[in-house]
């Protein structure tokens, strides 16, 4: 299975500023999500992050509000932009196992707090 | 730390019994169901799959059933132990793109 760490692994910030969030993969892979997780809530889908190109937002995401990006095959960064309290949740990245279409391998997650 | 599953329904399960989690999904066209597992702080971890031309699977203590006439899934868990405490939620894939449900918060109780 493949290996996924993110940085940071939580943090408190003012509305108004930014965060990224780094995700790393232990192996090279194709296709890479963004999934947020609201308090006691399920996971919903971002967008999908390919290398090389832009990344595909789900409705309700837009590219200025969570700019990605992909500079290689094991990497990608999420930017929440302009921060609200609403925005407080939990970023998780995934990526798909290989060989499978759907199947996916989680990181830890991002717990941002917006005060 | 705080559970993601502190406002998810709740199923309390004594050390031995088993366990049902239910799901409904919404999209008939979906190609997978799939359960998986969060704990507390972590991300979540694939349990077990079903393709959707097939009704049971089972693994290893787990069982899926999908019944597609009234778009339900379940997830079995036989002799239910305290590492089971998590939050589990069924996802449903079309393509590439998973669609997670709800998601249950199961306790297994000692």
């Known amino acids: 299975s493949a290996v996924i760490s993110q940085k940071p692994s939580r943090d408190i910030c003012q509305r108004g500023t930014s965060l990224t969030i780094q995700c790393q993969v232990d192996s090279q892979v194709t296709m890479m999500f963004w999934y947020r997780q609201q308090p006691g809530q399920s996971l919903t889908l971002i967008a999908t992050?390919?290398?090389?190109?832009?990344?595909?937002?789900e409705s309700g995401f837009v590219i200025d509000k969570f700019p990605i990006s992909r500079p290689n095959l094991t990497f990608s960064t999420l930017t929440v932009s302009n921060m609200s309290p609403e925005d407080s949740s939990i970023y998780l990245c995934?990526?798909?196992?290989?060989?499978?279409?759907?199947?996916?391998?989680f990181g830890p997650g991002t717990r941002l707090t917006v005060t | 730390g705080e559970s993601v599953g502190l406002h998810l329904p709740t199923l309390s399960v004594q050390e031995g019994d088993n366990s049902i989690i239910n799901c409904a999904y919404s999209n008939s066209a979906s190609d997978y169901f799939i359960w998986y597992k969060q704990e507390s702080g972590k991300g979540p971890q694939f349990i077990i799959d079903?393709?959707?031309?097939?009704d049971k699977r089972q693994g290893q203590r787990v069982t899926v059933l999908l019944n597609k006439t009234v778009k339900h899934l379940s997830l079995q868990i036989a002799a239910t132990q305290p590492g089971d405490s998590a939050v589990y939620f069924c996802a449903e894939a079309a393509g590439n793109k998973l669609t997670f449900g709800g998601g249950t918060r199961v306790l297994v109780k000692p």
């Open positions: 995934s990526v798909e196992r290989p060989g499978s279409v759907y199947e996916q391998y």
């Open positions: 992050a390919n290398q090389g190109s832009e990344a595909t937002y």
């Open positions: 079903i393709r959707s031309n097939m």
